[in-house]
């Protein structure tokens, strides 16, 4: 059993997440968009308590500070909001919640959180490096616009793991167990387990206590305290990918105090992990066709004949990467690995697709696998220098193990992968591929029970999903908006990771009326 498919899929923005403003704008149909009754409030209603009377003594302290914001640059503004460890005893210490706000241009209507995704991806990032483009100018108009990175995440308390040199061989590298075509699948098995350990063992140690608090219900409560700090009785909310898990969460938790919110790429709470992956592995091998039958199409497409032929032709390539082993110019060997995970990210987005078509091109005719190494590069936040950007997968691993329990049947994990080799197009997935075995030896479990999530008595609330997306399957979008009492599906017909600001001016255009007069899709929405 060996592995030549990326580790399990992030479920963020995508790659290079300013550039999403710049893709050409297509104009789509729209059905009519009608105004409801009781959709939650942008401004600040003065006759609504910020801070409800359900919020416990000892963690009012924290709902009352008041946040210190000082400008950072780029008409930016900064702060830092102090949150407990674990919001079940404030006791046990505080730990730190950077946050950057985009001051509204116009008429503010009041706040607008933003998390774009991971889980691990940095909120503050998000909106330093495109919030002014990524966003339509009636959102800048009208709301602050707020992304903090949660707990566990970049400027936050974060978790830390490994150096430079250990990221490299831990994203880069492969088991040996996994290179020797001819180990059981015991051995395998094993060589994944020893190196998920290793990794778990690593973050324990430099972490600390953290590590067992970095799960997304006790981010949830954050964004609540984060909310009545900068004085909003109602949260408006945007989620992007991961984000939306968080949004869940929050309706469901919080629903009294749920203004507009909007879930874009969302994800289905209720599923266990394997399940997340197995549909993630298939949404991948639906784009990677669709992107071989559009190069088929064009003059410099690397491929040839049928997709089918093409799908071989791929493998093939990858196959060979982990026999001739060719070296970047940094020293780096292409690994099939490495190639896959720079598959997948181009995934992300079909204007990517031509990127990737020329890094495939310079590999197969010059054995420059450079443009392989860039988009695997950007996926995992690696800078030309070497060094890492973020701590994002080393958070994703980190949360992910808090919030979903682990299968730690061995014959169980080789059964998921049996199931996975049937959907899955590029290799033959392996252990890595799984989460269970990461977190099965995570020092800490999770005490998720994946329970649907309702929001019972919450304002209308606006969930978006894209037919193509791989990241985050339709399907997902149908689910939580079917969980949500008060939820309102816009379903776009296209291809890549989220919708907002794809280049259809149907879905922004219905974002952009919820927001900011509170216009809802009566019965839903396809573009």
């Not at 968080?246 to 749920?258: E, K, L, M, S």
């Not at 890094?359 to 392989?372: E, F, H, K, V």
């Not at 059964?415 to 099965?440: H, R, S, Y």
């Not at 329970?451 to 791989?470: K, N, Q, R, Y």
Request: proline letters at 6%.
């Amino acid at each position: 059993m060996t592995s030549t498919t990326p580790r399990a899929t992030r479920h963020r923005r995508g790659i290079a997440l300013t550039l999403a403003a710049l893709a050409p704008m297509l104009l789509s149909g729209c059905t009519l968009i009608t105004e409801l009754q009781a959709v939650g409030q942008g401004t600040n209603e003065s006759s609504q308590e910020v801070i409800g009377p359900d919020v416990p003594a000892a963690s009012r302290p924290y709902y009352e500070q008041e946040l210190d914001w000082s400008s950072c640059g780029g008409g930016l503004e900064c702060a830092t909001a102090t949150a407990p460890m674990d919001w079940s005893d404030p006791a046990k210490g505080d730990i730190e919640l950077a946050l950057v706000k985009m001051p509204a241009t116009g008429t503010r209507l009041g706040s607008l959180f933003t998390n774009p995704g991971g889980p691990g991806a940095s909120g503050v990032d998000f909106v330093e490096s495109g919030g002014s483009t990524f966003f339509d100018k009636p959102l800048r108009q009208h709301f602050d616009i707020i992304g903090w990175d949660p707990r566990g995440v970049g400027r936050s308390s974060d978790v830390e793991c490994l150096d430079d040199a250990d990221m490299d061989e831990w994203l880069y590298g492969a088991p040996d167990a996994q290179a020797d075509t001819g180990a059981s699948d015991e051995e395998v098995i094993a060589a994944a387990t020893a190196e998920a350990q290793w990794f778990a063992d690593q973050c324990a140690a430099n972490t600390g206590d953290l590590l067992g608090y970095v799960d997304t219900m006790s981010t949830v409560n954050d964004l609540d305290m984060l909310r009545a700090n900068v004085g909003d009785a109602k949260l408006n909310y945007f989620g992007f990918s991961y984000g939306t898990d968080i949004g869940a969460h929050y309706i469901d938790t919080y629903p009294a105090n749920v203004g507009r919110v909007a879930l874009d790429g969302a994800t289905d709470p209720t599923l266990p992990m394997f399940d997340v992956i197995l549909q993630q592995q298939a949404g991948f091998a639906d784009a990677v066709r669709a992107y071989l039958a559009d190069c088929l199409t064009g003059p410099a497409c690397p491929f040839t004949g049928s997709v089918d032929d093409a799908l071989g032709q791929l493998n093939d390539q990858l196959v060979k990467a982990d026999e001739t082993r060719p070296t970047n110019v940094d020293g780096r060997v292409l690994t099939s690995g490495v190639y896959g995970t720079a598959i997948s990210s181009a995934m992300y987005a079909d204007w990517l697709w031509p990127q990737l078509t020329e890094a495939i091109s310079m590999y197969t005719t010059r054995m420059d696998p450079s443009g392989l190494f860039a988009f695997a590069d950007s996926y995992n936040d690696r800078g030309a220098d070497g060094h890492y950007t973020s701590n994002s997968m080393e958070a994703f691993t980190a949360i992910n193990c808090l919030d979903y329990p682990v299968e730690t049947d061995p014959a169980k994990i080789v059964e998921f992968n049996e199931k996975l080799a049937e959907v899955t197009v590029l290799g033959t997935p392996g252990p890595k591929t799984l989460g269970d075995v990461q977190c099965e030896v995570w020092p800490y479990r999770s005490a998720s029970t994946l329970e649907p999530v309702v929001g019972a008595g919450a304002a209308p609330v606006l969930v978006i999903g894209t037919t193509g997306d791989p990241a985050t399957p339709i399907q997902w979008a149908e689910a939580v908006t079917e969980q949500l009492e008060s939820a309102v599906l816009i379903r776009f017909e296209g291809e890549g990771h989220t919708a907002y600001r794809q280049g259809d001016v149907c879905v922004n255009d219905a974002v952009d009326d919820y927001f900011v007069d509170g216009t809802v899709p009566e019965g839903g929405l396809d573009c």
